[in-house]
């Protein structure tokens, strides 16, 4: 067993970075999740989905917050 794992070291290695860097790349997306944001990159004009995924004020590009 020893001589299989000192033989594939650097297949292992390659393998525990690729499982960790996945891992922190769904945690990422989860916690993005949970605070509202979204994947979508806000071009709303070229979007099939446009009507769908925002409300009116962001589609169109209208702010609704005040000015004061």
Do not use: P, Y
Not at 23 to 52: E, F, L, Q, T, Y
Request: proline share 0%; charged share 15%; hydrophobic share 45%.
């Amino acid at each position: 067993m020893l001589t299989w794992i000192a033989e594939n070291i650097g297949t292992i290695l390659a393998l525990i970075v690729v499982i960790a860097i996945a891992a922190v790349a769904v945690a990422v997306i989860i916690k993005d999740r949970k605070k509202g944001k979204s994947s979508c990159g806000c071009n709303c004009a070229h979007c099939a989905m446009a009507g769908s995924c925002h409300n009116k004020s962001k589609a169109t590009g209208k702010s609704t917050k005040s000015a004061f």
